[in-house]
């Protein structure tokens, strides 16, 4: 033992400069093409996740931009009754799967590592690995557009009409193909998230001190666990159907086509939350900044968080309340569905009671978050409303439901996520993002938000139905589907501004020091951005706002290894110190593994074969990918 | 310095990847096959004539099927609808799913009039004898058409990705896009037409 230590170099044997070279040469990315694409490090493979995202965000707005244009006036032909379908059903498929989760997601793989203390996130390669998974499911979504072989049959693709029968061509197996793959890659994520909270956060970093966004994160993880296993099972069901002749959607011979609906939605959702309780978390912790004292109730918000979590798969009958339920059931899940306003509620109060005591000054993230608690009020209103069965009854698929779901969704999760891209910006680039512009995006984006969905509560009021590619002169939709377009054109140009800025503050932006905002969390104890190893030493937390209790220099844990990749393994309630642990070094196996992936899952849209014959091409990727080193794993 | 690299190749890696993508996606868009709903009238017109034998057995499809790049029998959604015209129109009373009853069977790789889409466009439109009605003045001619291509679909020995799956209905065989007649076809004892040949 006492010889293998004189071998080995510990960061207590070297000064600060030489410790950040060691740290350097042992964390840091290669060079190079293959260096890029072999990286695992969590902030490179979170900027790439996010910037994916973004662009994403922008395809879908530019559809529902198009739409919009389509709709501006009764009886446009701008657009085809089958591309209409094909583009409301990618601009929900492309904003649900392609971005909204992937970038929340992105979001708790950039920032948990460092606001847990730690070097990297639990399976680095896994990590990488659900990168590319999840460009690849992207590309194939897009792609099929392209070739206008785009899903049309709505983003939650009920059968019958996306079964065998109606849903000809290969559009819908491309919907839930792409399912599959931004699935794979959640579960990936969420599996990480998990392993990276419970085992490797800074000592003395018990569960009360954990900060309210990796709390968050670690629920959201466990809704992504539980939830997406049923839309696995749903999309998988529904190409088998498709493509060899299964039975589980055809009542016929003894299935069931409302199966379809239950398993849909119980993913569907959680998902919504698995959108939603990010952004809280993310308010819940920029919040405290801009008001410069700790958050009101960490207790009830912690709570809050659970409690929502596990309401929220108790809900998912509201969505199908007009196919001819049992009413006992409806009503139960009328209860249910009112009864997560309250922790939702107790949220909102916490912030409120923050904001109260504190000093608030108004920078550009809490102005979107005050623009959150605003929008995010009226859409939950609106959802109460819809969540009882007669009402629901009346508005169902109409405009009003399309303003309550972006109300909950725009309002509720891009809010808070501007207001964390324009607070995290200068951890990630270095640089801060511009206040001027900042303040033109959010109120283009705020005012051009509710010009363009609030009146649609009033065309939904009025009869008009979703989905719908025109409408006829005669009915009374017109003056107000304009005004909606041309709002629209507003919001859009908020978001312009959004990237305009994002762009040209990564390269021109003043720079940022390790903490611009005063923040009390453990991320912002690194530089901006922060180095491949994160921290120099492993911080020790004493409370839960370690920056503000100790603000010259953090207490730090000693003594792991410099010459290869280590970190603390620390227990799951105390965080006390158990082990030091190899993590991953870089390798090209996760994308080949991906890519291989991919192949299996594309080909197995035209035959069953695929999944014997692709499975050997992954079982190659992934013996490369665990190739033992000839080194000792364990040696803590 | 590798910091930076790591920075750069974060952003530069999704856009070397989003250009490729696009260049692909244009390349790609080429090739694509907008779905047809109505078949403008000079199209449908010219799809009428088929020049056929004096027999009326085989001959050449119109010009334009192959200008349009004969779509009737290999479009995912022509065929479908094929197959839905086949409930609509009662094929099933006389050919059953395929298997015959009053009229002959699709399944068991025997064409009485070839196996060309011509000669089956041209005996659903203009009819045969023993009791095959016409269709030509009941459906219009692209309709035929896709029926035609639809019918040969269930008699295919190899299956096509483009085929129709299963209706949402009680199954009696496996359906059209897993070659029914390839996993049905069974000679027997006795060949299925001794009159016409070998079989196949």
Same mark, same amino acid.
Not at chain 2, 143 to 170: C, F, H, M
């Given at each position: ?14 000064? *600060? ?23 695992? !490090? ?12 973004? =662009? ?20 446009? *032909? ?7 379908n094909?583009?409301f059903t990618?601009h929900g498929s492309n904003m649900m799967f392609?971005?909204a989760v992937? =970038? ?41 557009? &392209?070739?206008?072989?785009?899903p049309?049959v709505g983003w939650f693709a009920y059968v019958p009409l996306a079964g ?6 290969? +559009?819908a197996?491309?919907w839930a193909?792409?399912i599959?793959?931004t699935e794979?890659?959640a ?33 959201m993880?466990?809704l992504v666990?539980m939830a997406m296993p049923a839309i696995m099972f749903a999309s998988?069901t529904l190409?088998?159907? +498709? ?5 589980f959607y055809?009542p016929?011979?003894?299935?069931d086509a409302l199966l379809w609906q239950h398993v849909f939605w119980f993913f569907g959702h959680p998902e919504v939350y698995i959108i939603f309780l ?8 920029? &919040? ?12 009830? &918000? ?6 929502t979590g596990i309401l929220s798969f108790g809900l998912w009958v509201h969505h199908m309340f007009v196919v001819g339920l049992p009413r006992l059931g409806e009503s139960f899940f009328t209860a249910s569905s009112m009864a997560i306003a309250v922790p939702a ?31 995010f009020?009226i859409g939950g209103l609106t959802g109460v409303m819809v969540a009882s069965v007669p009402f629901d009854t009346q508005v169902h698929d109409t405009y009003f439901v399309v303003a309550h779901f972006h109300y909950v969704l725009i309002g509720g999760a ?39 969905f609030?009146?649609m509560h009033? &065309?939904g009021l009025?009869g008009m139905p979703r989905r719908i ?66 921290? *120099? ?6 409370? *839960? ?17 410099? !010459? ?73 | ?7 750069? #190749? ?10 490729? $993508?696009? @260049? ?81 069977? $699709? ?8 196996? #060309? ?29 896709? @029926? ?36 049905? $076809? ?15």
């Amino acid at each position: 033992m006492v010889e293998q230590r004189l071998s080995v170099i510990a960061d207590t044997d070297l000064d *600060r400069a030489g410790l950040e070279r060691e740290l350097e040469k042992t964390w840091g990315a290669q060079p190079g093409f293959w260096g890029m694409i072999a990286t695992v !490090d969590h902030k490179v493979i979170a900027r790439r996740y996010i910037v994916t995202a973004f =662009v994403f965000l922008i395809l879908g707005g530019l559809l529902a931009l198009a739409m919009r244009l389509q709709l501006a006036q009764p009886e446009a *032909r701008f657009i085809n009754p089958d591309r209409y379908n094909q583009i409301f059903t990618m601009h929900g498929s492309n904003m649900m799967f392609l971005f909204a989760v992937p =970038v929340m997601e992105a979001m708790a793989v950039y920032l948990v590592p460092l606001m847990v203390g730690t070097r990297n996130i639990a399976f680095p390669r896994l990590n990488a690995f659900s990168y590319w998974v999840f460009l690849a499911g992207g590309i194939l979504l897009w792609l099929a557009f &392209l070739l206008d072989a785009a899903p049309d049959v709505g983003w939650f693709a009920y059968v019958p009409l996306a079964g065998p029968e109606y849903g000809a061509g290969k +559009r819908a197996d491309i919907w839930a193909q792409m399912i599959t793959f931004t699935e794979l890659s959640a579960l990936a994520i969420a599996v990480e998230i998990v392993v990276t909270v419970f085992t490797q956060r800074a000592p003395g970093m018990s569960l009360d001190r954990i900060p309210l966004l990796v709390w968050a994160m670690l629920v959201m993880a466990f809704l992504v666990i539980m939830a997406m296993p049923a839309i696995m099972f749903a999309s998988s069901t529904l190409i088998m159907d +498709r493509l060899v002749g299964t039975q589980f959607y055809n009542p016929a011979e003894g299935g069931d086509a409302l199966l379809w609906q239950h398993v849909f939605w119980f993913f569907g959702h959680p998902e919504v939350y698995i959108i939603f309780l990010p952004a809280v978390g993310m308010v819940s912790t920029i &919040l405290p900044t801009f008001v410069q004292r700790p958050v009101f109730g960490y207790l009830p &918000l912690v709570m809050a968080l659970i409690a929502t979590g596990i309401l929220s798969f108790g809900l998912w009958v509201h969505h199908m309340f007009v196919v001819g339920l049992p009413r006992l059931g409806e009503s139960f899940f009328t209860a249910s569905s009112m009864a997560i306003a309250v922790p939702a509620g107790i949220q909102i109060f916490c912030w409120l009671a923050t904001l109260w005591a504190g000093r608030p000054v108004f920078k550009v993230p809490m102005l979107f978050i005050i623009g959150f608690i605003i929008t995010f009020v009226i859409g939950g209103l609106t959802g109460v409303m819809v969540a009882s069965v007669p009402f629901d009854t009346q508005v169902h698929d109409t405009y009003f439901v399309v303003a309550h779901f972006h109300y909950v969704l725009i309002g509720g999760a891009v809010y808070p996520l501007l207001a964390a891209i324009y607070y995290w910006f200068p951890k990630m680039t270095g640089r801060m993002m511009s206040e001027i512009l900042g303040r033109w995006a959010f109120w283009l984006i705020f005012i051009g938000f509710h010009l363009t969905f609030f009146p649609m509560h009033i &065309l939904g009021l009025q009869g008009m139905p979703r989905r719908i590619y025109t409408y006829q002169p005669e009915l009374p939709w017109g003056g107000l589907n304009l005004f909606v377009s041309l709002s629209s054109v507003m919001l859009a140009a908020g978001f312009l501004v959004f990237f305009i800025d994002a762009v040209r503050s990564c390269v021109h932006g003043p720079k940022a020091g390790e903490n611009p905002w005063n923040a009390p969390t453990l991320e912002w104890a690194t530089s901006s951005p922060p180095p491949s190893y994160n921290f *120099r030493s492993i911080p020790v937390v004493e409370d *839960r706002n370690p920056l503000w209790s100790r603000p010259g220099e953090l207490t730090v844990a000693a003594g792991l290894r410099t !010459d290869r990749r280590e970190l603390l393994v620390t227990s799951v309630v105390e965080a006390l110190p158990h082990a030091r642990e190899s993590s991953a070094p870089q390798s090209v196996w996760p994308f080949w593994a991906a890519i291989a992936t991919s192949i299996m899952l594309i080909w197995s849209m035209f035959s069953a074969w695929a999944v014997v014959w692709g499975s050997m091409p992954i079982a190659i990727a992934l013996i490369g990918w665990f190739w033992p080193k000839g080194a000792p794993e364990e040696e803590s | 310095m590798s910091a930076s690299v790591s920075r750069n #190749s974060s952003i530069m890696l999704p856009a070397i990847l989003l250009i490729l $993508f696009a @260049l692909t996606a244009a390349l790609i868009a080429y090739l694509r096959e907008p779905r047809q709903y109505r078949t403008d009238p000079p199209v449908s017109e010219a799809l009428e004539g088929m020049r056929l034998m004096p027999n009326g057995i085989a001959g050449t499809p119109p010009d334009v099927y192959f200008a349009l790049g004969k779509p009737y029998e290999k479009t995912a959604y022509d065929l479908s609808q094929g197959k839905r015209l086949y409930t609509w129109f009662g094929c099933a009373e006389c050919h059953g799913e395929g298997e015959g009853g009053k009229g002959p069977s $699709f399944l068991d790789g025997w064409w009485l009039y070839g196996p #060309s889409m011509v000669s089956i466009a041209a005996s659903i439109r203009d009819g045969r004898p023993h009791g095959m009605p016409a269709f030509g003045s009941r459906i219009t001619i692209d309709e035929i058409w896709q @029926l035609s291509g639809y019918v040969k679909t269930i008699g295919a020995y190899s299956a096509s990705v483009n085929a129709p799956a299963r209706n949402d209905d009680r199954q009696t065989r496996p359906a059209e896009n897993r070659a029914p007649a390839a996993s049905l $076809f069974d000679e027997g004892p006795v060949p299925v037409h001794p009159d016409q040949g070998p079989s196949p």
